[in-house]
């Protein structure tokens, strides 16, 4: 009689089973940066509410004019940035000046305006006015740096003619405005007191020109706060 032949058993037994990976340093990883988020979320939202009205150029504000409330408008600005100037206080500026030319649309600081004069000790201002024939097309703007010329005039002659047609070599623009004449402008410069008696007599009687110098130009008297 043939024998059956006999399997062997195979033990199939369990799988062995992966164990699981705990990693409870990247877990806390993740908790810290949804933490991180909702704090950050939350001081944004914070610092939205945090906001106050503060000053903006509402025009260009030219150089030493006198501030008033109709150059400033309010925008929405975070009350921590201390360098802006709060509406509230705009009573604080009126009346003082520009330190430099501020552009339309500037959020404004307290150092940009000084109750200091333009006007130093050894220097005076003079008002010229000069016609569109003696002047550049556009009129000189505060804080520019101008040439005075002596030239001749269509009129009465000046019988006290300068050996040199320069008057003032170089002199700052402190202010503008309209001339008496039509098409004319006044321009007020800052020139040392020993010049200023020669710069308005030629601006008296139509002798005096007047050019624009480079930006980077030094007068000999200058404002000693600009």
Do not use: C
Not at 28 to 44: F, M, P, Y
Not at 60 to 89: C, K, M, N, W, Y
Not at 215 to 222: F, G, M, R, S
């Amino acid at each position: 009689m043939a024998s059956t032949a006999t399997r062997p058993v195979v033990d199939r037994g369990r799988m062995p089973v992966a164990r699981r990976d705990r990693r409870p340093a990247l877990a806390a990883l993740a908790l810290l940066l949804v933490l991180v988020g909702a704090l950050g979320s939350a001081l944004l939202v914070f610092r939205s509410g945090d906001r106050e009205s503060v000053l903006v150029a509402s025009r260009d504000i030219p150089f030493g004019s006198v501030i008033t409330r109709a150059d400033f408008r309010t925008a929405r600005a975070a009350t921590d940035e201390g360098h802006l100037f709060q509406a509230s206080r705009i009573g604080e500026i009126e009346g003082l000046r520009a330190t430099s030319t501020i552009p339309a649309g500037t959020l404004v600081s307290p150092q940009m305006f000084t109750v200091d004069t333009l006007v130093p000790d050894g220097g005076e201002a003079v008002g010229v006015v000069v016609d569109p024939n003696r002047r550049p097309s556009d009129v000189p703007e505060a804080g520019e740096v101008v040439r005075l010329y002596y030239v001749a005039s269509g009129g009465a002659a000046n019988t006290d003619v300068p050996d040199n047609p320069v008057v003032v070599d170089a002199a700052r623009v402190i202010g503008t405005g309209a001339g008496s004449d039509s098409g004319t402008e006044s321009v007020t410069v800052l020139v040392e007191s020993d010049a200023a008696a020669d710069v308005a007599n030629y601006a008296s009687t139509g002798n005096l020109a007047m050019t624009v110098l480079p930006d980077d130009t030094k007068p000999a008297i200058d404002w000693t706060n600009r």
